[in-house]
């Protein structure tokens, strides 16, 4: 695949998943799929802050579940979440957060994905496990 293919590719997963309106109004952007994978990132602004000026939890759980959706889905039959537990680990410490979801499993019916979220920085934010249910796979 050329350069300019993988960009039209992505252009199109994009365009795909711009009707994900929570998401993409919030400022989740996909930048990197691969199959089983996604790499979405959220650049944070003051309506990400909680009361205490940390970054809100829903929108940490936003950005995980949001690269979870675009990694379970961009290539395949749809498949919606079942279950997702996250655990928040630090707070962000830049400007924006990067989440990256990876296939674990994925079967006849169902998937299993691990979702890491971090900042530019590398700090650790939050992990998060989901279980998905395939709607399309027979």
Do not use: P
């Not at 690269?67 to 919606?80: C, D, I, L, P, T």
Request: proline share 0%; hydrophobic share 45%; net charge negative.
């Amino acid at each position: 695949m050329t350069t300019d293919e993988a960009a039209l590719t992505l252009e199109e997963v994009r365009e795909r998943f711009s009707n994900d309106r929570f998401a993409t109004v919030n400022g989740a952007v996909i930048e990197e799929v691969a199959e089983g994978y996604a790499k979405c990132s959220m650049i944070l602004n003051e309506t990400h802050r909680n009361a205490l000026g940390a970054v809100m939890g829903g929108a940490i759980f936003t950005l995980a579940d949001f690269a979870f959706a675009v990694a379970s889905n961009w290539n395949q039959a749809a498949s919606v979440s079942l279950s997702a537990s996250i655990s928040f680990l630090g707070g962000a410490k830049g400007g924006k957060l990067i989440a990256e979801a990876v296939k674990v499993k994925a079967g006849r019916k169902t998937c299993y994905y691990e979702v890491t979220v971090c900042d530019e920085l590398g700090s650790q934010v939050a992990h998060m496990t989901s279980n998905g249910y395939c709607l399309d796979k027979t």
